[in-house]
């Protein structure tokens, strides 16, 4: 897991470090030096870190004239035991939306499982968010970690499944990502 770095392309248009509306201002990042564990597996240092004990996420991109953001997890999604969503929402999510956010890629193919809960925080989170037009959405889920979203009716709240697993999302730059994203939403509808 030590080598599963967050997607750095994208750099040159946006690092959370250097955003003030990001929760992750300021923060230093060693290339060399490996702290953080999801369980006993060193991970990459450009993860952050955001109160979960077994999930970590990158900010990769946000627009705030456009009103969206690019997250990408790593680890395991626990609900059940640390609620992760909690902590996804109100100390990254409710930050970003205080500064036009309302619209969240979750890249989530580095997401290993899901132990779910109720769905209080996704409900919460979508409520926040459909008002101005916006959605949550996640991209590229294993097989098994969709499969338990679905089981606990997540659809309800999060755009996910088959028409969102196979986006080449690093061929595209975030505007076209959003656009990639916003045109399966209206195909979705659609029909």
Not at 174 to 184: A, G, I, M, T
Request: overall charge negative.
């Amino acid at each position: 897991m030590h080598d599963i770095e967050p997607y750095h392309r994208w750099r040159d248009e946006y690092e959370s470090a250097e955003d003030k509306n990001s929760p992750f201002y300021g923060r230093v990042y060693d290339e060399f030096y490996y702290t953080q564990k999801i369980y006993n597996y060193f991970i990459h240092p450009q993860w952050d870190e955001f109160g979960s004990q077994t999930l970590y996420m990158k900010v990769l991109f946000a627009d705030y004239d456009r009103g969206f953001a690019i997250f990408e997890m790593l680890g395991e999604w626990n609900d059940c035991l640390h609620n992760d969503v909690m902590f996804l929402k109100r100390d990254v999510a409710d930050e970003f939306m205080q500064h036009g956010i309302n619209k969240f890629i979750i890249i989530a193919e580095n997401v290993l499982n899901f132990h779910s809960s109720d769905d209080c925080y996704y409900e919460e989170w979508y409520d926040d968010v459909k008002d101005e037009g916006g959605w949550i959405c996640m991209l590229n889920l294993l097989p098994h970690v969709e499969e338990e979203m679905r089981d606990v009716q997540l659809q309800f709240y999060v755009n996910f499944g088959e028409r969102y697993n196979d986006l080449n999302w690093r061929a595209l730059t975030p505007k076209h990502l959003l656009r990639k994203v916003e045109d399966r939403m209206v195909k979705r509808i659609g029909k």
